[in-house]
């Protein structure tokens, strides 16, 4: 067949067509239509679109298992960076630091130098004035994070070579945390001040040289360390109140103290599992006695209860759990008694819960290996009665005491009557040491309340016309006075006019009688700041802060003209004022707090909110992170229950081997 001109023509001037008689019908194929690689058909989407929830399954351990790679690549690279080669150098040491001199009253080795005074670390403070601080606890610290770097010549002398966080060692006695968590090398904390370090313990001290005597372990002899401002922040004992065998108790304050307690918690646990053990026997050690209702007190009772029913119930006999008991013996009514009412309450509610024994308004009258004696006393009739409690454990923590240096201070000084710690002014200063020289703080030291031992201080100073009375002008130019040398008499004090007419005599003025008067009724209503950590911490932010500026004054040769004042203290800074943060207590599981103004207690909630409390409190970020994995761990894992120590009643002669 021959196509006609025409149509052929109109085929071949369309190049990739078709003719269409050689077109194939729409219902005999279908009509493809081809994309390149580059070219995406309409609407398509990539897979992790389609199916985010898949892709992120998928993923995810390639996520994690990177950015784990990537931490752990950046911690062996910095791991490595940790490792230096020793420094082969000659190190500078000042010759009188190794060959010292003898001075002194007891002719002892006196050490004007220090063998590191060299380094490079601290030599620019070898030339400052020399600032000894006695102690490593919150005192300590609260100065040593708070000094300028350089300012003074600082040396810390302690019989342990770190601070100790205590308000968790309860804790740390049944294994909720581990007693590395609580401790901090004193050495790292004084390297912020280019600071010295002395392992030994202060004995004596001279006043009049300026000398303080310090006693090494191992050493036969002692020897002076010469000082410019010393600060005594060496803590407080446990009070006896004169009970006998107290030998037989456990106290805790250290950290020997809370593994000596661990150990024996353990020991007891152990040996009334084994099969050999009697009834009675069994009974004995499964007693433990706090004697003591305070924070310390409470904190361990609700620490052991959450022990025995977390961990000893599900890895140990049943019966033990059955039969262990918890007595906790106070001399008030209530326990937690320096707590709002209700904190007290639900301390209390909670101990009837847990089945702990609480023994109110009873004291100690001896302890024993096996017992405690203590009596109680009827309210209506008067008569006391005595009673006893199985023990195979006993704490005691109840008050505080003078330790032996704090004692050898107050022995030297005059005017220093307290039984239980150094007194000193609302300046942290010594009462009788030479003036501006030695300050004391913390557990060992309580400010002086007593206004009416200043009163013809206060009389001198402000009676004008010398009449021997303060009328009111004069009694309001008083007022001021004692309320900046005493900040915590302020609000004891009321209206100015108010206290002038009550006091007042028919003349319109005040003489001896009528101030004394005033005085000890407003010193009866200020209470002694309480020995807690709280209050040492503010009181070495505020020594440090004075220190500082006390510094500055020496580096400035400044020229104090006392005039009104008495001393540089008083001129350059004010006195010390406590500022109550609250309080707070852990009882099993659950927390209270006692703010100024308000109080709560709850369960879990406040638990966290009372670890968040104590995070925020330690002292560096390495101690934050251990005690953080503790918690942790013990969520997972529980509490430890091995008992690491000594184990001489188990072991075998080396010859019967």
């Known amino acids: 067949m021959t196509l006609p001109r025409a149509t052929l023509a109109r085929s071949l001037a369309r190049p990739n067509s078709t003719p269409s008689f050689f077109t194939p019908s729409r219902n005999l194929a279908p009509k493809r239509t081809l994309f390149s690689r580059a070219q995406k058909p309409p609407g398509w989407q990539p897979f992790y679109r389609r199916h985010p929830r898949v892709f992120a399954v998928l993923a995810a351990p390639f996520v994690v298992g990177g950015s784990l790679g990537v931490a752990l690549l950046g911690l062996w690279a910095y791991d490595a960076s940790t490792y230096h080669h020793p420094h082969a150098g000659r190190v500078p040491v000042d010759p009188v630091a190794l060959r010292p001199e003898r ?29 000894v601080i006695v102690g490593g606890g919150w005192g300590s610290v609260g100065i040593l994070q708070h000094l300028d770097p350089g300012a003074w010549h600082v040396t810390v002398v302690s019989p342990d070579n770190y601070f100790l966080f205590h308000p968790l060692l309860p804790s740390a006695t049944v294994g909720t945390v581990e007693v590395r968590s609580l401790v901090e090398p004193l050495r790292k904390i004084i390297a912020r001040v280019s600071g010295h370090f002395l392992y030994g313990r202060a004995v004596d001290v001279d006043f009049s040289e300026r000398l303080l005597e310090i006693a090494c372990p191992g050493d036969e002899e002692n020897f002076y360390l010469p000082y410019d401002k010393l600060v005594i922040a060496c803590g407080s004992v446990n009070s006896t109140h004169g009970v006998p065998g107290l030998e037989n108790c456990f106290q805790l304050k250290t950290v020997q103290d809370a593994q000596a307690i661990r150990r024996r918690v353990m020991d007891n646990l152990e040996k009334a599992a084994l099969p050999s053990t009697g009834e009675e026997e069994r009974r004995k050690l499964l007693s433990f006695v706090v004697c003591g209702g305070g924070p310390t007190g409470v904190e ?3 620490e052991l209860w959450e022990m025995v029913n977390e961990d000893v119930i599900s890895y140990m006999p049943g019966l033990l759990r059955d039969e262990i008991k918890v007595h906790l013996i106070q001399s008030r009514d209530h326990i ?67 330790n032996p240096f704090t004692q050898r201070v107050a022995a030297l ?13 609302s300046h942290l200063r010594v009462i009788g040491a030479p003036l501006g020289t030695v300050y004391a703080l913390g557990d060992c030291a ?24 303060i009328d009111e002008r004069e009694f309001k130019k008083m007022m001021g006075y004692i309320k900046r040398r005493f900040p915590a008499s302020e609000k004891h004090f009321g209206k100015i006019e108010d206290i002038f007419k009550q006091y ?28 807690t950590a709280q209050v040492a911490e503010q009181e070495g932010i505020y020594l440090a802060k004075k220190l500082n500026v006390l510094a500055k004054q020496h580096d400035a040769h400044v020229a104090i003209d006392n005039g009104v004042y008495d001393d540089p203290d008083d001129m350059l800074y004010e006195p010390f004022n406590y500022k109550h943060m609250g309080s707070l207590a852990y009882i099993g599981n659950s927390a209270v707090f006692d703010f100024p103004g308000f109080s709560f207690a709850g369960g879990l909630a406040a638990m966290y909110l009372w670890r968040s409390v104590y995070l925020s409190t330690s002292v560096t970020i390495r101690q934050r992170c251990l005690l953080m994995a503790d918690w942790v761990k013990r969520s997972l894992f529980g ?19």
């Not at 000084?413 to 002014?425: I, R, S, W």
């Not at 003489?511 to 407003?522: M, P, Q, R, W, Y």
Request: charged share 30%; proline share 3%; hydrophobic share 35%.
């Open 413 to 425: 000084l005059p005017n220093q009557y307290h039984k239980h710690a150094l007194e000193v002014d």
């Open 336 to 402: 937690l008694n320096t707590y709002a009412e209700k904190i007290s309450e639900y301390a209390e509610e909670r101990f009837r819960r847990h089945e702990i024994d609480m023994i109110l308004n009873a004291r100690v009258k001896e302890v024993t290996p096996t017992k405690v004696v203590y009596t109680t006393k009827d309210p209506k009739t008067g008569k006391t009665t005595e009673h006893e409690v199985d023990s195979g454990f006993t704490l005691w923590s109840t008050g505080i005491a003078m």
């Open 639 to 657: 509490r430890d229950l091995s008992k690491v120590g000594s184990r001489a009643a188990l072991s075998t002669p080396l010859r019967a081997r």
């Open 446 to 469: 309580t400010v002086e309340t007593r206004l009416v031992d200043h009163l013809l201080e206060f009389v001198t100073r402000c009676d004008e016309n010398k009449d021997g009375k």
């Open 103 to 131: 001075g002194g009253k007891k002719n002892l080795k006196v050490a004007a130098a220090l063998i590191d005074d060299l380094d490079e670390r601290v030599v620019n403070a070898r030339d400052k004035k020399r600032l």
């Open 300 to 302: 361990f009772a609700s």
């Open 504 to 531: 007042a005599d028919g003349k319109g003025a005040l003489g001896l009688n009528e101030l004394a008067d005033l005085f000890i009724n407003v010193s009866r209503k200020i209470t002694a700041f309480p020995a």
